[in-house]
């Protein structure tokens, strides 16, 4: 779990704020992803990134911004969000986004309520 | 479409049984599996995987998880539950169309001394 980190652990902000989660791998992986994980629902994918440039985006709400500065870093960017968007926000790496055969590590998650 | 499926919301054993978490998927082509383990407050944490070969598996923290083509399933097991095994556990097969992971809702266990 070290391999992946995610700043902040919690964070709590108003529908009307602006603010960003940080995420950061040490795994000289080439593919980055965030997931929203709600209770009592299956792990959703909302974006990834394949060196650098997007290649999935699953009908996510503009809401949500990403940006991939770099292969080891990845930013997912909130602006007017909404109580439903309370959840865990996971990043996550890997080797190679569609080989398929290679896993994924997970950071510890960015605890969120919107309030 | 492509899914996989974890039957059980939670699973309960005694410390020193056997424990099975059970899986099932459904897939075009050749599945590529995974089993991961999320600790409170943690994020998944990768178990094992099946790609090819051997249809049993060995992971982590002794776990093994069992490939069965003809039920699609892969249900992950181990011979003696620990208390501290007690966690949330993801299957997921890959979605052979766009090569993302495919997640299951998950199965709580909970090991009892």
């Known amino acids: 779990e070290t391999g992946v980190t995610q700043t902040p652990r919690h964070l709590v902000m108003g529908m009307t704020n602006k603010k960003s989660l940080k995420c950061e791998q040490h795994l000289g992986h080439n593919a980055m992803y965030w997931y929203k994980q709600s209770a009592k629902k299956p792990l959703e994918l909302m974006f990834v990134y394949s060196l650098e440039e997007r290649v999935e985006n699953n009908s996510v709400p503009s809401r949500f911004s990403p940006e991939c500065p770099n292969s080891s870093h990845l930013f997912l960017h909130l602006h007017t969000l909404q109580p439903e968007d309370s959840a865990l926000y996971l990043c996550?790496?890997?080797?190679?986004?569609?080989?398929?055969?290679?896993?994924?590590?997970f950071g510890p998650g960015t605890r969120l309520t919107v309030t | 479409a492509q899914s996989v499926a974890q039957p059980e919301d939670q699973v309960n054993v005694a410390e020193g049984n056997p424990l099975t978490v059970k899986c099932t998927y459904s897939?075009?082509?050749?599945?590529?599996l995974f089993w991961y383990v999320q600790y409170p407050n943690r994020g998944l944490q990768f178990l094992l995987k099946?790609?090819?070969?051997?249809?049993l598996v060995k992971g982590s923290y002794g776990f093994e998880a069992e490939f069965n083509k003809s039920q699609t399933s892969f249900h992950l097991k181990k011979p003696s539950a620990l208390v501290s095994d007690s966690a949330l556990y993801f299957c997921?097969?890959?979605?052979?169309?766009?090569?993302?992971?495919?997640f299951g809702k998950g199965t709580k266990l909970s090991v009892k001394p």
């Open positions: 996550a790496s890997s080797a190679q986004p569609t080989s398929g055969s290679y896993e994924q590590y």
């Open positions: 099946y790609i090819t070969g051997d249809n």
């Open positions: 897939v075009s082509g050749n599945p590529y």
């Open positions: 997921a097969v890959r979605d052979t169309s766009q090569g993302n992971l495919i």
